[in-house]
């Protein structure tokens, strides 16, 4: 399953990169939807959890702004804008994982998963820089937040 999991994110991000890149270029034919169902094309036989990548893409492209938002401060040297587009895409897709994903993953898998995709398709220091941004995020909107309902709690 994890196997086809990694999989199943390199998908998204590629759909991700893709629709941003279209997009940027002002293809007014770029559709998100589109492309995801090109790429499930190209590896249906190894894919059995179409829904993951579907939930991934939808709601990475929902909560797009909200999540640029949530990166700024935690690489305020690096403005979103000039993050190379891979590591954007990678970042989007670890911190959607981390904060919004309904599939709960341990916050690990999800930040070494990142990480992989980022040396895989990202400059030889995408995977430093992404896990460096990811690990600031989890612990600073995820773990705080636990930690602020475990207190709320008692």
């Not at 904060?99 to 040396?119: G, T």
Request: net charge negative; proline share 3%; hydrophobic share 40%.
């Amino acid at each position: 399953m994890a196997s086809n999991r990694h999989l199943g994110r390199m998908i998204a991000l590629q759909t991700l990169y893709e629709y941003e890149f279209r997009v940027q270029l002002e293809d007014r034919w770029a559709n998100a939807s589109e492309i995801l169902k090109r790429n499930l094309e190209r590896y249906k036989s190894s894919i059995d959890d179409v829904a993951f990548i579907e939930r991934l893409v939808d709601g990475v492209l929902a909560r797009e702004t909200e999540i640029d938002d949530k990166l700024r401060p935690l690489a305020p040297e690096w403005p979103i804008e000039q993050i190379a587009r891979i590591d954007r895409a990678v970042l989007r897709l670890g911190l959607f994982e981390l904060v919004y994903s309904v599939d709960k993953v341990p916050h690990k898998v999800v930040i070494n998963e990142a990480v992989e995709l980022a040396k895989a398709f990202g400059s030889d220091n995408s995977g430093k820089f992404v896990n460096g941004v990811l690990g600031t995020a989890y612990r600073t909107l995820v773990e705080d937040a636990d930690n602020e309902a475990k207190s709320s709690d008692s």
